[in-house]
Nanobody
């Protein structure tokens, strides 16, 4: 099995920064995908890299040696308030499986 452990969420004022981390572990031979989604109240879950409003402010990076993915969020806005989920696709004995983290709340106050 695979475990995704997220950290780094919290409450921040508009204009501030946060860095989320997601460490993947378990029996996977490799993690094909490690990335971030978010879900705001009343909205569908969305892939962060597809959100136009975060471009130039958010950066996703990955440390393959640690199987960890990061989300650096700068110049945060109240509309960035959401639960942020780590997502992984893992190769286990030749098959690809999808996993989600438990989610971490990010709240941006105005």
């Amino acid at each position: 099995q695979v475990q995704l452990v997220e950290s780094g969420g919290g409450l921040v004022q508009a204009g501030g920064s946060l860095r989320l981390s997601c460490a993947a572990s378990g029996s996977a031979s490799s993690f094909i995908v490690l990335t971030w989604y978010r879900q705001a109240p009343g909205k569908q879950r969305e892939l962060v890299t597809n959100v136009d409003s975060v471009k130039g402010r958010f950066t996703i990076s990955r440390d393959n040696a640690k199987n960890t993915v990061y989300l650096q969020m700068n110049r945060l806005k109240p509309e960035d308030t959401a639960v942020y989920y780590c997502y992984a696709e893992a190769n286990i004995r030749g098959y690809t499986y999808q996993y989600w983290g438990q989610g971490t709340q990010v709240t941006v106050s105005s």
